[in-house]
């Protein structure tokens, strides 16, 4: 099972990531050829070769140019579906600005079709998304593995002016992704690079078990005390969980807390970080009956969720242990019901594809904005996802 990972210890940005994909080997005829079938004015792209602390990297850049107009996400998609691009790089593209869209819509109260892109709506942030997504075409990656990620410190100078590190919309788009601001200030992570992860990383953690094909570097603008560059890992893993295997499992016995709380503690206890978590009905001494609230997570994540139990809970201790997890490797592939994407998680052991299933949140999406039956999106999701396997070879 190919697996990708994409190391953010120096942030990430739009041109990075299309740097990485480039010097992982992604052909520049096929690049620029892609890129001049969008109906825009590109400037002439600059690719070379650099030095960051040592590290041979490969530096993308989009010359700025000035437009006299602001693009709707509308506009974009537009733009993107009258292209010749290959479709599944449209629908990632369209996927990429429409979490944008969101994002940006989030921070200034109003919906995603009355945002202007400013900024993430210029020629080089188009060219970055396209790019990006050209390349995973090309390299056949569907998802990603993504370290934590570096973001800074300090301000910006922005459209809307002065605004903290990092940017609001990143921090939005990065909900779920583990971050550090780092002890060097300035912007390391920008809502382009942010928007990518956000639609490709399904996982965040340390690199997993794999035996390395390929690597790329992509470089960053700016020398920085450390290396100012993206890594790109190319490897097959194992049957084991991308993330790693050790887990801890945390445990607390409640026998005096309000039922109604249960609901929204596990809500909290995801958000936080949790991979899991299970009540058990328990007699407690005294004779009372209680709740045995077991959570399993990654190490890293434990003292978050402590401190959940002891804020939200009325528990007074919680009990702590390591244990090895064997978990398949997963990974997505995304379908269409009725013009609408639903992720469908796939499973493989041993190199093979054993089961796979759609979300269920995107099919409930479906199912209300359609009014159809939750049962039909399913089946229909599967249906399909069943078509993309099997022409990719899944066995």
């Known amino acids: 099972m190919k697996l990708s990972y994409l190391d953010c210890n120096a942030g990430i940005s739009g041109n990075m990531f299309v740097g990485a994909l480039l010097d992982l080997g992604m052909s520049e005829e096929y690049f620029r050829n892609e890129l001049a079938k969008l109906s825009c004015s590109i400037p002439e792209i600059q690719i070379s070769k650099v030095k960051r602390k040592g590290i041979c990297a490969t530096l993308f850049d989009v010359p700025d140019v000035h437009e006299h107009h602001h693009r709707h996400l509308s506009d974009i998609i537009q733009m993107l579906s009258n292209s010749e691009i290959h479709p599944r790089v449209v629908e990632d593209s369209i996927r990429v600005f429409s979490n944008l869209a969101q994002a940006e819509a989030k921070i200034h109260g109003i919906s995603p079709a009355e945002v202007h892109f400013h900024e993430v709506g210029a020629i080089d942030a188009i060219v970055d998304i396209v790019g990006a997504c050209l390349g995973l075409n090309y390299f056949g990656i569907q998802s990603i593995i993504v370290s934590p990620v570096r973001v800074g410190f300090g301000t910006v100078s922005c459209a809307h002016g002065e605004i903290p590190v990092p940017a609001p919309a990143t921090v939005e788009l990065l909900k779920g992704i583990p971050i550090f601001g780092g002890e060097f200030g300035g912007e390391w992570a920008t809502p382009t690079g942010a928007a990518l992860l956000k639609t490709f990383a399904v996982e965040s953690g340390p690199l997993p078990l794999l035996k390395v094909e390929h690597t790329g570097y992509g470089a960053g603008t700016r020398d920085c005390p450390i290396p100012n560059v993206v890594r790109l890992i190319i490897g097959q893993g194992t049957d084991r969980t991308p993330g790693g295997n050790l887990q801890t499992v945390m445990e607390t016995n409640i026998d005096d807390m309000n039922p109604e709380i249960y609901s929204f503690l596990g809500e909290r206890l995801l958000k936080t970080g949790a991979k899991d978590f299970f009540y058990t009905p328990v007699q407690m001494k005294k004779g009372r009956p209680g709740v045995l609230l077991t959570i399993i997570a990654s190490p890293e994540k434990v003292p978050e969720l402590e401190a959940v139990l002891f804020t939200e809970t009325t528990t007074l201790g919680i009990r702590k242990y390591d244990v090895e997890r064997t978990c398949l490797v997963r990974n997505y592939v995304t379908v269409t019901v009725k013009d609408i994407s639903i992720a469908v998680k796939?499973?493989?052991?041993?190199?093979?594809?054993?089961?796979?299933?759609?979300?269920?949140?995107?099919?409930?999406?479906?199912?209300?904005?359609?009014?159809?039956?939750?049962?039909?999106?399913?089946?229909?999701?599967?249906?399909?996802?069943?078509?993309?396997?099997?022409?990719?070879?899944?066995?």
């Open 346 to 395: 796939t499973a493989f052991y041993n190199g093979n594809l054993i089961k796979y299933a759609p979300e269920y949140e995107d099919c409930l999406a479906a199912s209300q904005k359609m009014e159809l039956p939750l049962r039909e999106i399913y089946e229909e999701a599967i249906f399909q996802a069943r078509k993309i396997l099997q022409n990719e070879g899944a066995s």
